[in-house]
Each structure stands twice: as structure tokens, then as C-alpha cells.
């Protein structure tokens, strides 16, 4: 009987190795996810931000570079993830660095840091759009990060 | 040749026209940015090395006036400014800003200028 218990340690040990292996890649996967969660909440910081700065109209200078230090520090907070994030989202990568560049360009583009005589609705409509399509673009990839599908793409990474 | 935007201009610079304050977009194009190309375009077509790790933050109308208005304003042509430009950055904090700087040079119209006979 003695290869029948070796046959079983053996078959034990492949399938506490392949557990420990799904184990990591759990918690690596998991880690990923966290982080689009902590990403997605501050590109609503950057959206909210931005759109006070485009709806409302400070009284004086030191309002308007307030406003937007305010849209400034949201957006900064959101660069800080930015690489990491392009290797999370994986085929989505392209489509995530669009949306952050028109994210971008809408929040803190056009007359921004200019003296203001008027309010921009237009403009603070098109941010909460392009807030809305990248968020939802990062919720799609989170799902992916989460499915067992990515294990035979990506691997398991140790490093994370 | 090499700019260090941080220190041979500023570390937080902002706005799009001179009225937006001292550190804003045409003017870091037009005193520095122009003149280092032309330069390097004289000697031979080195480019011009920008270095943005420095900097903390840029506003996107600071980074489109300063990088897109060289085509925009036609100063250069896209070919001259993507021979004669390259941005260096190796923080990745700053990657998004340096993807912002090529979609503006690629994205960006010469202006028509108003025809003599209008």
C-alpha cells in the first residue's frame, strides 16, 4: 500500500500548491480592485471640484486660485495611480488612458486659470460626463480584474 | 539642449495667456520653448529636450497653449515639433501629462490667418 499513500501525499500537494496559488492571486487580484475603488473615489473628488470651479463665479482673484488649487490637488491625486492603473485595466488600457486624457482636457482645459466674467454649465456638463464614462469604464475593468479569465491571461503577479 | 521646466521656468506653472499670471503657457512657449527649438533646428536638429519631473501639477490649458500652440499658432509643423521635441519624464505620477503634451501636438489645427484679400 505504500504508492497508494504516496500517490495520495502527491495528489495533496498539488492541490495545496494550486489552492496557495489561487490564494495569491486572490489577494493580489483583491489589492487591484481596492484600488480602483480609492481611484474611482477621487476621480469624483476631481469631478465635484471641477464642477464647482466652471458653476460658480468667485468674488475676487483669491477666489479664482482657490477654485482652482482645489480642481488642481483632485486632479493630482488622480496621477498618482495612473501607471498602475493602466496595468490593471489590461485590454482596456487604451480606452482608460482616452477618457482620463478627456477627462483631463475638460476639467482643466479651455479658459481655465483665466479671469472668469461668466459661469461654464456647458463645461461642467461635459465633466461630469467624461467623469461618468471613465468611471464606469474602471468599474467594468474591476469586474475583470475579479474573474478567473484574467488568471489565463495575466498570471498571477507576486509583486503586488 | 535641455529645459528643466521646474528650473529654468517654474515648478507650478499655470494658465494659458499672460493675463492668467507670470508662469502661464504662451509665454513659457514663446520665451523659451521657441527659441531652444530654433536654436536646436540651426545646429543642426538635436531636439530639444524637455524635462517635466520637476513639476507637480499642470493645468491642461497651460500644457496645450505651451505644446499644441507651436502648431496651432504655426510656428512649427507637427513633423518639426515631433522631430524637434522630446519630453522626458520619469516619474510615473507625471506619465498622464506627458500623453497629454503628444495629444496635443497630434491633435492640434494650424489656425488660418486672416487673408490679406478678405
Known amino acids: 500500500m505504500p504508492e497508494s499513500i504516496w500517490g ?12 496557495w496559488l489561487l490564494q495569491q492571486y486572490r489577494i493580489s487580484r483583491s489589492e487591484d480592485a481596492a484600488l480602483v475603488n480609492e481611484h474611482i473615489k477621487d476621480i469624483e473628488k476631481l469631478r465635484d471640484a471641477a464642477q464647482d470651479y466652471w458653476l460658480e463665479l ?28 493602466i496595468e490593471i485595466c489590461g485590454e482596456l488600457c487604451d480606452d482608460y488612458k482616452d477618457l482620463s486624457l478627456a477627462l483631463y482636457d475638460v ?21 461630469h460626463d467624461a467623469a461618468a464614462t471613465l468611471i464606469h469604464l474602471l468599474r467594468k475593468a474591476r469586474r475583470d480584474v475579479l474573474s478567473l479569465s484574467r488568471l489565463g491571461k495575466y498570471g498571477i503577479d507576486f509583486k503586488s | 539642449m535641455m529645459i528643466d521646466i521646474a528650473k529654468s521656468y517654474s515648478p507650478y506653472p499655470s494658465g494659458r495667456f499672460p493675463t492668467d499670471g507670470t508662469h502661464n503657457g504662451q509665454r513659457f512657449r514663446d520665451t523659451v ?12 536638429g538635436e531636439p530639444v529636450v524637455v524635462n517635466i519631473d520637476g513639476v507637480r501639477t499642470f493645468g491642461s490649458s497651460f500644457l ?7 502648431v496651432r499658432k ?3 509643423t507637427r513633423d ?11 516619474k510615473p505620477h507625471l506619465f498622464l501629462f506627458r500623453d497629454a503634451i503628444a495629444k496635443y501636438i497630434a491633435s492640434a489645427q494650424p489656425e488660418e490667418r486672416p487673408s490679406l484679400h478678405a
Open chain 2, 80 to 90: 518639426q515639433v515631433r522631430s524637434g521635441l522630446k519630453i522626458v519624464c520619469t
Open chain 2, 33 to 44: 520653448l521657441v527659441p531652444a527649438m530654433q536654436e536646436a533646428l540651426r545646429q543642426g
Open chain 1, 58 to 85: 468667485p468674488d475676487d482673484l483669491k477666489g479664482e486660485r482657490a477654485a482652482s488649487a482645489r480642481v488642481r490637488a483632485a486632479h493630482s491625486a488622480t496621477t498618482l495611480v495612473y501607471p498602475q492603473i
Open chain 1, 8 to 19: 495520495k501525499l502527491f495528489w495533496i500537494a498539488i492541490g495545496a500548491g494550486i489552492s
Open chain 2, 74 to 76: 504655426g510656428i512649427f
Open chain 1, 107 to 127: 476639467a482643466m482645459g479651455g479658459n481655465f486659470e483665466s479671469p472668469r466674467t461668466d459661469i461654464d454649465p456647458i463645461r461642467a456638463i461635459d465633466t
Open chain 2, 64 to 70: 496645450e497653449e505651451a505644446f499644441g500652440g507651436l
